[in-house]
């Protein structure tokens, strides 16, 4: 069976997402989709595995060579982000029971985790295909499936929410079928290698494959939420039920960068890639939105809305990493998908403990907090430190990277600007820190620290967000790997 | 409501049973030309989508409830993504029918065949329960 | 014919995608009422049927599928690839109607304007 | 003469957006709507034609099908949805 | 070579009839009358230019046949689409305009029916 | 045991005091008896370092690394073992002196205080053990927020702007200014580690060189150089046993310690010698002495006199780094010494005068001398140590600063010692002489006009450190034999 | 369940199907007679196999009519075309209800989707006997209220009792 893990990856969530509509039990689909993302998870870890000992994975489905067939291809690039993303759907269905059981109507759980898989095998797909289109389809299965999981939020606002991002994310789409299509009529080919090869051949003018990387981008930009782009995503992450925004926020935007690496240094390549001018923009944006998202963060009441733009800084942080095109840079972009998932999916974990708590998650509903949660609150603590970047958090080693590349590039003032943005997550950390441990509860409540079911998964992922600060060289290592096959041009 | 709109009901009634075996047609000839059970979802969906339109939401889900276009939908599911699984098991790679018969030839053309007919039940139930939903909550 | 070259396949698709494209994202943006955002959408999203449409004869690709006394397409790929895209547009399309029909619900309006103004009470 | 054809009806197509710009109410946009579509039927169907794929009249039925189901599905839609018919019946909001 | 000849007439005319049709959409004031001509796109030009493609199929074949189902399909939903929108209109309180002073009446036959 | 161990255990063990006292929180008697056998054990604990520190050892211990060439370690060379042992013995007077303090104040959150005070000093010992920046920024920045609470204990909000000046200030400084620094200098040499001569010569020079120094010197805001003095002054919201803590223990001794032995171990003093782009140094902190000390002058305050004071103070020990020669280099390790007897004893001083009297204004001291002789014997051999005279520690310091300027000529640095020993004797003898020599007067409304001397505890640590400041003069052997090892090697 | 209606409807689409197939293989032609029966079958969950929605009585005489109606529409569209070329926009837009003779639903059906197919008339309303039409002349008003097409229409019809 271990030639077929490729396929297996994307399609068992596939497979079991019509057993919960079918079964129709909430506990029965919870533990469905539980299994199955275990499942994932370790499949991840054995094409991993397979990927660092034999090298590239291709896998043809229905046996017909590429270009006419369906290709899954997984090099480490690829196989890094498949374990970031089942690790990150394992975690979250192991905590997400009491927390979906809480926020979602009793009749609409089952579709909940419906969803939810196929969320899974979309970003799952996204990932493995080696197929353009294709992935633009599993782009979509995911997409349509966020939507659903947004609306399901308890708030009316998660109604709009979902419906904003549904408008941006398909013009996002859409952007990305067409530039896609001028790369098809470029080449005739759909598949990912054959059209880095085919491009070589190409001789159009600069022109023509701008606008074809044009559009590729702003689709994916949207997608990721690259500043100025990211207008869905404060909503949608504040309004979505807690268990989907500690999914999302961990790996659709990772996704989206995955892609947008193929297209960049699979697809076009890093000598065309600079040549389109294309980087110098990114970079540009990036810095801005690691900016203004951190200013606009640290005026937020809401913490989910709060961490969502600081996901939209973050978010340029990996782009800054990737504009540099060193191995250095790409690297620190890579690793950093990685690392803020980490954290990213800690924090938002510890906000679904206390809005299952405390039924809010605004600041002023937090005096005091630790007292009462003081799990809860450590651990958000770790997320948010590791978001600032310190030392001995995953933060501190994809910013440390980050510093490098910017240094090593001749970008004094870049490096600077990563420093002082930094400083900007540390305001918005502080005031929650602040709020939490140093006022006084409002009111004599009787809140209780969140269930271990929910501590666990919360604490794997602080812990992991600590010991991958650590410990760099499973991430670091295979991040390194990626880079340089990314900017050494083999695809 | 359906006897004061004549001929809009009588328009359907005759249609329907062509707009059905139209989309049935499409769902067989599918693997002579790609993408069969999507359009042939498409056509049904559409014939159900009329029905209700013209007659009621209530009618309609007496011939067909919301929760056997879920079961359907989650049936279509299973048939396309399970059909490739079979292929495993005969040492093929996935979505590889050759040996779902004794030649290949018969083989892919059966896999194809289930692909789609996994296809247009999806598709169609899907649409048709979108429909439904949101024809629901509309009043 | 050649006065009419502009209109042969090819060219005047272009022109139709380009207006189609423009048209639909002035629409998704410049539109306060949801369900006309959702057919702006709609109308951007079919720029890209004809963008694929009109390169059905890029290359000489043979479909995938073994002949049995019957000829195969000279380029099916188009042709998939378009019907996926519809697909995929009418899922999104229902999709956002069904959320549009629960705004209402939710909000008994669906005009971008006063959706603000709710939100900004109730916030 | 087929591409006489094909003029003839991207004129009536640009027309048809003409009024569907102008409305002034939602029914003339509807109607605009409808006949756009009709119209897009048989530009496939002539298109198929001209490029000797007659696969595309398959499309071309469904569309029409689509085409019907979906004027009279906004129909029904639009009429439920106005509780102020005035509203509606000035079609541009202001 | 008749047929073909025959073929492009239909084209022409259904081209033409398609254009006038559109004409009339934006000539004529109200939804009522432009409904007219919408269904004069819909039908006659439709179906001219339909005929005129059966004709270039070159014999009884199943493009043919595939063309007489989008013919008929297109006579038969067409009036029922019409019916249906002008119905919505009025419902909707959509006001014709009507010529006034008319008396269907006066010039009406013996045996002819009563306008109510 | 091990000298790893020793290394180890010095951070441990006021880590470990830390958790027993928090368990222990709710019985105070045996909270501060945690408190008092944790310092007097880490005390003893890093005795058994001086030993092998002075016959020339250097006990190493790695710790973490995180990726090559930057690692978590520590290296016990004489100026931190100097500094080790400065701030774990003034922390066992300073834990009797809190104890009176405390207790004869009512104040709030004690468990908190302690707690906080016992991770601050762990944080100091981090610091002077670090083998590398990377763990020494490491352990700088966990000092600056485990003073937080500390610095905001009262709570009320004129507390809580202070502490968050304090905070803004370090914390913005250190990742603005001195994390760049050493991602610049990490990006130059390769390595972040302390050894003798440095690690920056011939890898970053010129003006670039000038431009990394001021990087440092700005980035260590501990040090206080103006303009970033100003969260000192903000500090004095809190307790005095906490101004003792960061005036003396600590916090600004770990900034002109870091000066230090950035000057010393990562630039080396030759290396700057030789490329003079340090000259800068020694106006910026020459100014730095004589505005300081001018501003201290108009303060009526003691507590913003005493914060003035040491702006001042510090500004010597940069400046006998900033003269870069060896001799002066003795002074400024020395100067860290003395300057921390003296006004750890001036402190204590003005807190129990807080205590005993509830005065905190130089106006109202006229007569006290005589009501408090101990206390105000003691403010006064303080205060001669900050002004350098005989007998005291201050004489020493300033005496091979003094030679240090002579020998290399640098008479704008002899010009700002002279100029402000004579502002520090003008804003001293005054308070001195009102306290002997003049007449209290009579106030009606002063409720406390009857009072004695401060409680035992007090009068115990005061007692104490001013003796060191005695001893110190009287037996320098210790503290010069490590300063002039640490000369040793750079020569 | 109306057995000869589904029958017969049964006979039609397999015919249907015959055509649209073009590969008559045992296993199409099999799929096509599952095909047919499916769709009988909702036809018939559906309640649309009755007179109104099964037509088949209709079907010979129907077609002479179809050809008069062809040439109805081919006159009338010129018509109108003629009307809306003309610089002079010469309309005399009217709308009224009649009551139409013929008994039969169908009919009416049949009735009024004529008067829609031909230009310048278009239905409006069909409820029971009553009818509305919007006409663009009074011409074309007129000639409704001369009954021509009402009687061809009753012809079609002529015998068949329902
Ligand atoms: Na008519
Ligand atoms: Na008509």
């Known amino acids: 069976m271990s030639a077929h893990l490729p396929v297996l990856q994307v399609l068992i969530p596939l497979l079991a997402a019509p057993f919960c509509v079918v079964l129709r039990h909430r506990d029965i689909a919870w533990a469905i989709s539980l299994i199955t993302s275990l499942v994932c998870f370790a499949i991840s870890l054995m094409i991993l595995d397979q990927v660092l000992t034999q090298g590239v994975i291709s896998y043809f489905m229905g046996g017909w060579p590429a270009p006419w067939g369906i290709e899954f291809r997984i090099d480490v690039v690829n196989a890094y982000v498949l374990v970031i993303v089942s690790a990150i759907g394992a975690i979250v269905s192991l905590y997400g029971r009491h927390s979906i059981n809480k926020e979602i109507p009793r009749n609409q759980i089952y579709l909940f985790y419906t969803a939810y898989l196929l969320c899974l095998t979309g970003l799952l797909g996204m990932t493995a295909t080696g197929d353009a289109f294709n992935l633009f389809v599993f782009l979509e299965i995911s997409s349509l499936s966020t939507y659903a999981l947004i609306s399901l939020g308890k708030n009316r606002r998660a109604l709009t929410a979902s419906y904003q991002y549904l408008i941006m994310g398909t013009l996002g789409a859409t952007f990305y079928v067409i530039g896609l299509g001028l790369l098809y009529m470029m080449t005739g080919t759909l598949n990912i290698v054959d059209l880095h090869n085919k491009l070589a051949d190409v001789d159009g003018s600069l022109r023509t494959f701008q606008a074809a990387l044009a559009f590729l981008t702003v689709g994916l930009s949207l997608k990721l939420a690259l500043f100025p782009l990211h207008l869905w995503l404060p909503n949608a992450y504040t309004y979505a039920p807690s268990t989907v925004t500690a999914f999302l926020a961990s790996t659709a935007t990772k996704v989206a960068v995955y892609v947008m690496l193929r297209v960049f240094f699979t697809i076009f390549g890093v000598d065309l890639f600079e040549e389109t001018g294309v980087p110098n923009i990114i970079m540009i944006l990036a810095i801005c939105g690691m900016f203004v998202a951190s200013t606009v963060a640290i005026f937020q009441e809401n913490l989910k809305r709060m961490?969502?733009?600081?996901?939209?800084?973050?978010?340029?942080?990996?782009?800054?990493?990737?504009?540099?095109l060193s191995v250095t840079g790409v690297s620190a972009g890579i690793v950093h998908l990685f690392n803020h998932a980490i954290m990213k999916c800690a924090l938002f974990l510890a906000l679904g403990c206390v809005m299952y708590r405390v039924g809010s998650v605004k600041l002023s509903d937090m005096h005091g907090i630790a007292k009462k949660m003081p799990w809860t609150m450590g651990a958000f603590v770790v997320g948010g430190l590791s978001l600032i970047g310190v030392p001995l958090t995953v933060g501190f080693v994809s910013k440390w990277y980050l510093i490098n590349a910017a240094m090593e590039a001749d970008m004094m003032p870049v490096a600077a600007l990563i420093l002082l943005s930094s400083l900007l997550a540390l305001v918005y950390v502080w005031r929650v820190i602040e709020v939490a441990y140093f006022r006084a509860p409002k009111t004599e409540s009787n809140i209780k620290e969140a269930p271990l079911s929910m501590l666990?998964?919360?604490?794997?992922?602080?812990?992991?967000?600590?010991?991958?600060?650590?410990?760099?060289?499973?991430?670091?290592?295979?991040a390194e790997l990626a880079a340089e096959m990314l900017v050494g041009g083999t695809p | 409501m359906m006897d004061r709109k004549p001929i809009l009901r009588v328009t359907a009634k005759i249609f329907m049973p062509f707009i059905l075996l139209f989309g049935l047609y499409v769902q067989i000839h599918g693997d002579f030309?790609?993408?069969?059970?999507?359009?042939?979802?498409?056509?049904?969906?559409?014939?159900?989508?009329?029905?209700?339109?013209?007659?009621?939401?209530?009618?309609?889900k007496l011939v067909l409830s919301s929760v056997a276009l879920e079961i359907m939908a989650a049936i279509g599911v299973l048939l396309f993504a399970g059909t490739g699984v079979v292929s495993f098991f005969y040492g093929e790679n996935f979505l590889n029918y050759n040996a779902l018969a004794h030649d290949p030839i018969h083989g892919q053309h059966y896999g194809i065949l289930i692909i789609e007919l996994g296809v247009g039940l999806t598709v169609f139930s899907a649409m048709t329960l979108i429909f439904y939903t949101f024809a629901g909550r509309g009043r | 014919m050649e006065a009419l070259d502009f209109i042969s396949p090819g060219l005047y698709n272009y022109w139709i995608v380009i207006f189609l494209m423009m048209a639909g994202f002035y629409i998704v943006i410049a539109r306060g009422n949801l369900v006309k955002k959702l057919v702006g959408l709609n109308i951007f999203q079919t720029s890209v049927f004809l963008l694929y449409i009109s390169m059905g004869k890029v290359q000489d690709a043979t479909a995938p599928i073994l002949g049995e006394g019957f000829d195969t397409f000279s380029n099916p790929l188009p042709h998939v690839l378009i019907l996926t895209a519809i697909v995929v547009g009418i899922a999104t399309t229902a999709l956002g109607l069904s959320l549009v029909v629960r705004i209402r619900e939710a909000y008994g309006t669906i005009e971008d304007k006063d959706l603000l103004e709710l939100e900004d009470e109730t916030s | 003469m087929f591409i006489a054809a094909t003029i003839a009806i991207l004129i009536a197509m640009a027309l048809g957006l003409v009024r569907a710009l102008l409305g002034p109410t939602i029914y003339d946009r509807i109607l605009s709507g409808n006949m756009f579509g009709t119209l897009t039927i048989i530009l496939i169907a002539v298109h198929g034609f001209l490029e000797g794929r007659p696969e595309f009249l398959d499309i071309a039925l469904v569309y029409a099908l689509i085409n019907f189901v979906a004027t009279i599905a906004v129909l029904k839609y639009f009429r439920i949805k106005s509780p102020d018919k005035n509203e509606t019946l000035q079609g541009e909001e202001p | 070579?008749?047929?073909?000849?025959?073929?492009?007439?239909?084209?022409?005319?259904?081209?033409?009839?398609?254009?006038?049709?559109?004409?009339?959409?934006?000539?004529?004031?109200?939804?009522?009358?432009?409904?007219?001509?919408?269904?004069?796109?819909?039908?006659?030009?439709?179906?001219?230019?339909?005929?005129?493609?059966?004709?270039?199929?070159?014999?009884?074949?199943?493009?043919?046949?595939?063309?007489?189902?989008?013919l008929f399909f297109i006579f038969f939903t067409s009036p029922a689409a019409n019916y249906a929108l002008v119905r919505a209109a009025l419902a909707d309180g959509a006001k014709p305009i009507l010529k006034e002073g008319v008396d269907l009446q006066s010039s009406e036959k013996e045996e002819g029916a009563k306008p109510l | 045991m091990s000298m790893e161990l020793s290394i180890l255990l010095s951070i441990l063990i006021p880590i470990i005091g830390a958790l027993l006292i928090a368990v222990t929180g709710k019985i105070p008697n045996l909270r501060e008896s945690v408190t008092m056998i944790t310092s007097v054990a880490l005390f003893l604990n890093v005795l058994t370092l001086l030993g092998p520190v002075l016959d020339g050892e250097r006990p190493e211990l790695q710790l973490i690394e995180m990726f090559p060439g930057l690692t978590i370690g520590f290296k016990v060379e004489p100026l931190g073992m100097m500094?080790?042992?400065?701030?774990?013995?003034?922390?066992?007077?300073?834990?009797i002196y809190s104890i009176g303090y405390m207790r004869g104040n009512n104040e709030k959150h004690q468990t908190r205080f302690y707690i906080c005070f016992a991770i601050a000093i762990a944080a100091t010992l981090g610091l002077a053990y670090s083998s590398n920046l990377l763990t020494l920024f490491i352990f700088y920045e966990v000092l600056t927020f485990s003073t937080y609470p500390l610095v905001s204990h009262k709570g009320d909000e004129n507390a809580v702007k202070g502490a968050r000046t304090y905070l803004g200030i370090l914390v913005t400084t250190s990742v603005a200014f001195l994390f760049f620094a050493i991602a610049w200098t990490y990006a130059a040499a390769g390595t972040l580690d302390f050894v003798d001569g440095g690690i920056l010569g011939g890898n970053v020079e010129g003006p670039m060189l000038g431009l990394l120094l001021m990087l440092f010197i700005y980035g260590i805001g501990k040090a206080a150089v103006m303009p970033v003095h100003r969260w000192l002054p903000a500090a004095m919201v809190a307790p005095t046993p906490v101004s003792a803590l960061l005036h003396a223990v600590a916090v600004v001794k770990s900034g002109v310690f870091t000066v230090v032995k950035v000057i010393v171990y990562t630039f080396g003093i030759d290396n700057l010698v030789n490329s003079a782009s340090a000259g800068w140094l020694v106006y910026v902190s020459g100014f730095t002495i004589i505005a300081a000390s001018m501003v201290a002058l108009r303060q009526d305050n003691l507590k913003r006199r005493l914060a003035y004071s040491t702006i001042s103070q510090l500004s010597y020990v940069v400046l006998a780094a900033a003269i870069l020669t060896p001799i002066s280099a003795i002074g400024a390790a020395l100067?860290?010494?003395?300057?921390?007897?003296?006004?750890?004893?001036?402190?204590?001083?003005?807190?129990?005068?807080?205590?005993?009297?509830?005065?905190?204004?130089?106006?109202?001291?006229?007569?006290?001398?005589?009501?408090?002789?101990?206390t105000m014997t003691a403010f006064s051999i303080g205060a001669l140590s900050m002004i350098g005279l005989p007998p005291t520690?201050?004489?020493?310091?300033?005496?091979?600063?003094?030679?240090?300027?002579v020998s290399s000529d640098n008479f704008v640095a002899l010009a700002v010692i002279v100029l402000s020993t004579l502002l520090n004797a003008g804003y001293f003898l005054p308070i001195i002489y009102a306290a002997f020599f003049k007449k209290e007067e009579d106030r009606k409304d002063d409720h406390h006009g009857d009072h004695g001397e401060a409680p035992l505890p007090i009068v115990i640590a005061i007692t104490s450190t001013a003796s060191l400041t005695v001893l110190m003069f009287l037996f320098p052997d210790v503290a010069l034999e490590l300063a002039q090892q640490m000369i040793g090697g750079a020569q | 369940m109306n057995l000869r209606r589904s029958v017969t409807l049964w006979i039609i689409l397999y015919i249907f199907w015959y055509i649209l197939s073009g590969y008559h293989t045992p296993l199409l032609l099999t799929f096509g007679a599952i095909a047919c029966t499916i769709s009988v079958w909702i036809a018939h969950r559906m309640d649309v196999l009755d007179q109104e929605g099964n037509p088949i009585h209709l079907t010979l005489k129907i077609i002479p009519y179809w050809f008069w109606l062809g040439g109805e529409i081919i006159k009338a569209n010129f018509e109108l075309a003629k009307m809306l070329l003309s610089p002079k926009l010469e309309i005399s837009p009217v709308m009224f209800k009649m009551k139409t003779e013929l008994t039969n639903e169908l009919d009416r059906v049949i009735y009024a989707n004529s008067?829609?197919?031909?230009?310048?008339?278009?239905?409006?309303?069909?409820?029971?006997?009553?009818?509305?039409?919007?006409?663009?002349?009074?011409?074309?008003?007129?000639?409704?209220?001369?009954?021509?097409?009402?009687?061809?229409?009753?012809?079609?019809?002529?015998?068949?009792e329902g």
């Open chain 1, 307 to 324: 961490l969502a733009y600081s996901s939209v800084a973050q978010i340029g942080y990996i782009m800054l990493g990737i504009s540099f």
């Open chain 1, 456 to 478: 666990i998964p919360l604490w794997i992922m602080a812990g992991a967000s600590i010991y991958f600060g650590i410990d760099t060289d499973m991430t670091l290592g295979v």
């Open chain 2, 33 to 60: 030309g790609p993408g069969g059970g999507f359009q042939a979802g498409v056509i049904f969906a559409s014939s159900f989508i009329l029905y209700a339109l013209i007659y009621s939401l209530h009618d309609a």
């Open chain 5, 1 to 70: 070579m008749i047929l073909d000849v025959l073929s492009w007439i239909f084209l022409l005319l259904g081209g033409a009839f398609v254009i006038i049709g559109a004409i009339g959409m934006l000539r004529l004031p109200d939804v009522f009358s432009r409904s007219h001509a919408a269904g004069m796109v819909d039908t006659f030009g439709a179906g001219m230019i339909v005929l005129g493609l059966m004709l270039q199929t070159g014999g009884i074949n199943l493009i043919l046949f595939k063309l007489v189902l989008i």
């Open chain 6, 83 to 95: 500094f080790s042992l400065i701030a774990s013995g003034l922390w066992i007077l300073n834990s």
């Open chain 6, 335 to 374: 100067h860290i010494a003395a300057h921390a007897f003296g006004k750890i004893t001036l402190f204590f001083a003005a807190g129990s005068i807080y205590t005993a009297a509830h005065k905190t204004e130089v106006s109202q001291l006229n007569g006290i001398g005589w009501k408090m002789p101990i």
């Open chain 6, 393 to 405: 520690a201050g004489f020493i310091s300033k005496w091979y600063i003094i030679q240090g300027a």
């Open chain 7, 115 to 160: 008067l829609t197919l031909t230009p310048i008339t278009i239905t409006v309303e069909q409820e029971g006997d009553e009818l509305e039409v919007h006409a663009l002349t009074v011409k074309a008003a007129q000639d409704i209220l001369g009954r021509d097409m009402e009687r061809r229409v009753k012809n079609i019809n002529d015998g068949w």
